[in-house]
Nanobody, 118 residues
């Protein structure tokens, strides 16, 4: 069984920065993809950024130029550095791990709340 635990959320003023962390434990197979999704109140969950084994990345347009995803393959962790935060970035941020080429091996964390407000 795989468990994902996010941390680093909180309240930040517009223009500020936060760094989210997610640590995976359990049987982590490769290749895989780890990434961040978010869900704002009343909206659907959406991709923020994802990084595949081999460091291929994909960012949502809203995240490009402001957010940076990185991974620690030894520690099975993924990070999201968020800069120039806007009120529109307010959401619950979820970590996701997908084992590629394996059906059904898709895991989510419980989420961490990011609130951008003055």
């Amino acid at each position: 069984q795989v468990h994902l635990v996010e941390s680093g959320g909180g309240l930040v003023q517009p223009g500020g920065s936060l760094r989210l962390s997610c640590e995976a434990s359990g049987s982590i197979l490769s290749p895989n993809a780890m990434g961040w999704y978010r869900q704002a109140p009343g909206k659907e969950r959406e991709l923020v950024a994802v990084m595949h084994t081999g460091d291929m990345t994909n960012y949502a347009d809203s995240a490009k130029g402001r957010f940076t995803i990185s991974r620690d393959y030894v520690g099975n962790s993924v990070y999201l550095e968020m800069n120039s935060l806007k009120p529109a970035d307010t959401a619950v941020y979820y970590c996701r791990l997908t084992i590629l080429l394996r059906l059904g091996m898709d895991y989510w964390g419980k989420g961490t709340l990011v609130t951008v407000s003055s």
